[in-house]
């Protein structure tokens, strides 16, 4: 099992450009979730998905889209990249009452 | 929503003592507690977690605590080593399709000194 992988892991964009972040899960997890982890300000849930199909708005979801096709794949796009998404993006699965995985991460630079 | 509040947000001791961590939480319907320890460039590992059926839980050195009356929950290390050091999170979440949606607290900076 993999596990749970991010790409990519960098990225660096320019302001009002748009991007994909790549999530996927191996374990058959029916939840799904983004988060977005700012300096001093611990991990705060964007966007999160309880199957296929169904998806949920978190936290802090203003300039980001999700869907879930598929039960492996969550992805986030920045419709148009602003300074202020700068941050570090983790994507997590978890399955029936059991433990919550972390991708690795993807640090985001907008310019 | 749920809201967390965790302090402190440093924490420093020396190797041997032990250290705790308390977190408040405001939605009483949370029932799932995990604390997740992340290193410097790292991903969030979970350490260890609890359920609002339990009150307290023990795993080898670190230990967790639940007040569901109070609404807070803390996070015991004992016999801290220098490989301790990292930031740590507390987090709640609500059961059912909530489940996978958890709040985090702002999180704790723990240094170990050898």
């Known amino acids: 099992n993999a596990g749970v992988t991010q790409t990519p892991k960098f990225q660096v964009l320019k302001t009002g450009q748009s991007m994909t972040l790549q999530c996927a899960q191996d374990?058959?997890?029916?939840?799904m979730s983004w988060y977005r982890q700012d300096p001093g300000m611990g991990l705060r849930l964007i966007h999160y998905?309880?199957?296929?199909?169904?998806?949920d708005q978190g936290e802090v979801p203003n300039g980001y889209n999700v869907s879930r096709s598929t039960t492996e794949d969550f992805p986030l796009r920045l419709l148009s990249a602003a300074p202020s998404q700068t941050s570090v993006y983790f994507c997590?699965?978890?399955?029936?009452?059991?433990?919550?995985?972390f991708g690795p991460g993807t640090r985001l630079t907008v310019l | 929503g749920e809201n967390v509040e965790q302090h402190p947000s440093t924490l420093s001791v020396q190797e041997g003592d032990s250290a705790v961590i308390k977190c408040t939480y405001s939605?009483?319907?949370?029932?799932?507690f995990p604390w997740y320890k992340q290193e410097l460039g790292k991903r969030p590992q979970l350490i260890i977690d609890?359920?609002?059926?339990?009150g307290e839980k023990k795993d080898q050195r670190i230990a967790v605590t639940l007040n569901k009356t109070a609404k807070h929950f803390s996070l015991h290390i004992t016999e801290t080593q220098p490989e301790d050091s990292a930031v740590y999170f507390c987090?709640?979440?609500?059961?059912?399709?909530?489940?996978?949606?958890?709040?985090f607290g702002q999180g704790t900076i723990l240094t170990v000194h050898p």
């Open positions: 997590a699965s978890r399955g029936q009452k059991g433990t919550q995985y």
């Open positions: 374990m058959n997890h029916e939840y």
């Open positions: 998905s309880v199957g296929a199909g169904i998806t």
């Open positions: 939605d009483s319907a949370s029932n799932y």
């Open positions: 609890i359920r609002s059926n339990v």
């Open positions: 987090a709640a979440s609500r059961g059912g399709t909530s489940y996978g949606k958890l709040t």
